[in-house]
């Protein structure tokens, strides 16, 4: 009997219910769930063999069989199959192609001829014949294993792995390999008895790293090894010795992940030519939630000495902080504490590093409201920050700012209301007081308790105005004014958190431009300023301009130069990725005290950032002489697979560029190439110039992963 288009149950066929027609099957599958169907364009059955042809599928389970004809032979319940065979396992990373194949009923035992096993789109393994074992062994005979493109026209793939046998084990995800040679451009390099890897759908297993090679004039000619050490599902161990001419170096790398966070460890050991002893150093970073809100975090660093980290590439600020942090935040309430510990790495200061800051702390704590008989909004807080040197000295009798010590508490109360008026102005007001107490430690010429209190108040008055250009943009233009007061009534202090001015469109109403809290009151002062923005689908750009002035100034003012400053910025942002910011700070006679401009040009073919920065000098915040920096960095796509990278710090006052580096790599779907070199040009007592030089080789599922999957093509079988 011949059916045509049929869907049909092999349970049917294996239990004991006879067969007499299509209403024989349904029953059968009425009566028991099967365990496999079958579909094809046409099925014959004799009473012990079923033959289907065209377009054949078996599902079994979660796993899929496609292939030109099918026989059932009911006796043993096995499947003689004729291909193209395509076997998919249940989430479709696991595809096994045949041109012949015995297999049993469920699919999960049997033997296939003349097969390929592609894993995940990325690895495939050609073999003469491959044995499927409960569904979870794929065993493989006379293997070519590789993740490159192999066709007719490149018949050598660029690397690949021959060997007697693979054994895949679908549970563990590893690769078994026997007697296996490793080949490129199909020349042996190098034969290994046994060998083990994972397969791309494991992320994460034990095994070497793909190492790489490393050359600078500091550290000389070296490689780095990377083996990776599971831990279990959440913690795992990175070892990695880097071996030189003139260093040897153990590094090691710990994560671990919590229910509620992670944390993770680096460091490094070294013996090096360098210097005497062991050098090296530790940096741990970690988040928690700890529950009602509040986020843990730590990032604790530490160094043996100021030029270790340099010479090895690690980090190149010049301060090596560690924090630990406290924080809550919500809708209208906000707590933030920070306790850390600061090294400083600039040579310059290492005769004077016990007068500079050791430990640092600050909390702050922010609660807004509304007041159901007082318009606006109500805000009030508790702060506290403390500055500990090492040095005994007293800071008066010292050159320096020897061993001082300060700890300051202080709470403050903050009125805010905003109201519109008339023909659409938006009239604003704001008014507070901050109090603070302070503890001064190894300075004669402050007080050791000081009292200060700074009220405040400020209205400001704007006109927004808003419209649809003739191309829908969507245009703002809003100028403003404001006039305000503030001013410290209380004992002298000294400045340690205000030393910084920070003038920008964002603060450009606040009633003070420091940072902290010790140069708090500036006097009276007036705003007055324009902004413009303008948003559409294509394009968004904006610009502000304005000017502050502080009428009566304190002592120290809170804006650059003699206390008048213009301020001019602006905003471009396109569709075709474009992105250009730029500000600029003027004195009162329009000479420059500060300019910075950002942008980024991001485009199919290539990528381009570079900044701007220009600053004067200024000895209250430590700037003995102007600063006047270029960056530059960007990508191209040289062609198909290659891509070059380039980066520049350049500093424009001396003409001297900073650092420099050049990268190019090359990356098809079964291999990753990149080659870097960067030239340091720093001179000092601590640190010379260096070049480094590093090359890394990855192969395509193994290592460094690759973004483009193996080609259509398959490899020849053996």
């Not at 096994?96 to 699919?107: F, P, R, Y």
Request: with cysteine.
């Amino acid at each position: 009997m011949f059916l045509r288009a049929a869907c049909l149950s092999l349970a049917g066929i294996t239990g004991a219910v006879p067969f007499s027609g299509v209403q024989s099957w349904s029953t059968a599958m009425a009566q028991e769930r099967p365990a496999a169907t079958l579909l094809a364009d046409q099925v014959r059955f004799d009473g012990a063999r079923l033959t289907a042809q065209g377009n054949v599928e078996v599902f079994y389970g979660d796993v899929r069989l496609t292939s030109g004809q099918i026989v059932y032979d009911r006796a043993d319940g096995s499947l003689g199959i004729t291909g193209p065979i395509r076997l998919i396992d249940a989430d479709g990373t696991m595809v096994i192609l045949a041109d012949a194949a015995q297999l049993d009923a469920d699919l999960r035992n049997g033997i296939l001829t003349s097969a390929r096993l592609v894993i995940d789109q990325q690895l495939q393994l050609a073999s003469t014949q491959i044995n499927r074992v409960d569904g979870r062994y794929t065993r493989l005979s006379n293997t070519v294993t590789s993740a490159c493109k192999v066709c007719a026209g490149n018949p050598v793939p660029l690397w690949e792995i021959r060997a007697g046998e693979v054994i895949h084990d679908a549970q563990t995800r590893q690769l078994y390999f026997t007697n296996a040679q490793f080949r490129l451009a199909g020349v042996p390099v190098m034969y290994l008895p046994h060998l083990r890897l994972p397969d791309p759908t494991l992320e994460r297993a034990t095994g070497f790293m793909i190492p790489s090679l490393y050359s600078s004039t500091t550290l000389g000619w070296g490689i780095k090894v990377p083996y990776f050490i599971k831990l279990g599902d959440h913690r795992d161990l990175t070892v990695t010795p880097f071996v030189s001419t003139a260093t040897r170096t153990l590094n090691l790398s710990y994560r671990q992940a919590y229910v509620n966070g992670d944390i993770a460890a680096q460091g490094a050991v070294t013996s090096d030519d360098l210097s005497d002893g062991l050098r090296g150093y530790g940096f741990v970073e970690g988040a928690w939630d700890v529950g009602q809100g509040y986020s843990l975090g730590i990032d604790l660093r530490a160094a043996s000495d100021i030029s270790y980290l340099v010479d090895y590439g690690i980090y190149s600020g010049d301060r090596l902080n560690s924090d630990i942090t406290l924080s809550r935040f919500g809708a209208d309430a906000a707590f933030d504490a920070t306790l850390m510990t600061s090294k400083t790495l600039r040579e310059s200061e290492q005769t004077i590093k016990d007068t500079i800051p050791f430990v640092l702390g600050e909390a702050n704590f922010e609660k807004s409201t509304e007041l159901a008989r007082l318009p606006g909004t109500l805000t009030y807080g508790l702060s506290a920050s403390g500055f500990i040197r090492k040095s005994d000295a007293d800071s008066a009798l010292s050159t320096d700012a020897g061993g001082l010590d300060v700890l300051r508490v202080g709470g403050s109360v903050d009125w805010a209301h905003s109201h519109i008026i008339g023909p659409g102005l938006r009239f604003g007001a704001d008014a507070g007081v901050g109090v603070n107490l302070y503890a001064i430690h190894q300075n004669s010429d402050y007080d050791s308790t000081v009292a200060r209190t700074t009220p405040y108040g400020a209205v400001q008055l704007s006109y927004p105005l808003v419209r649809t250009s003739t191309r829908g943009a969507r245009q703002v233009l809003e100028p403003f004014a404001q006039l305000g007061w503030a001013q410290t009534y209380g004992g002298d202090v000294p400045n340690s958190d205000s030393t910084v001015v920070e003038f920008d469109e964002g603060n450009l109403m606040d009633l003070t431009r420091f940072a902290g809290y010790d140069r708090a009151g500036s006097g009276a002062s007036s705003a007055l300023g324009l902004r413009f923005t303008s948003v559409s689908d294509h394009m968004g750009y904006g610009v502000t301009l304005g000017r502050v002035d502080e009428i009566s100034p304190a002592t120290e003012t809170s804006l650059f130069g003699t206390g008048a400053n213009w301020i001019i910025g602006g905003y471009v942002t396109l569709s075709n990725g474009l992105n250009l910011t730029t500000r600029g700070v003027f004195d009162d006679d329009l000479s420059v005290a500060a300019w910075e401009t950002r942008f980024d040009l991001s485009r199919e073919t290539y990528a381009v950032s570079g900044t701007h920065a220009y600053v004067v000098a200024d000895a209250n915040a430590g700037r003995d002489t102007d600063i006047n920096e270029l960056q530059l960095d960007g990508s191209f796509d040289l062609g198909r697979y290659w891509t070059a990278s380039a980066d520049i710090r350049h500093d424009l006052n001396d003409d001297l560029t900073n650092s420099a580096g050049l990268g190019l790599s090359f990356e098809n779907e079964c291999t990753k190439v990149t080659l870097g070199a960067t030239r340091r040009y720093a001179d000092t007592t601590a640190l010379d110039p260096d070049t480094s030089y590093s090359l890394t080789i990855g192969f395509g599922a193994f290592g460094a992963k690759s973004n483009r999957t193996t080609g259509s093509c398959g490899l020849a079988t053996p």
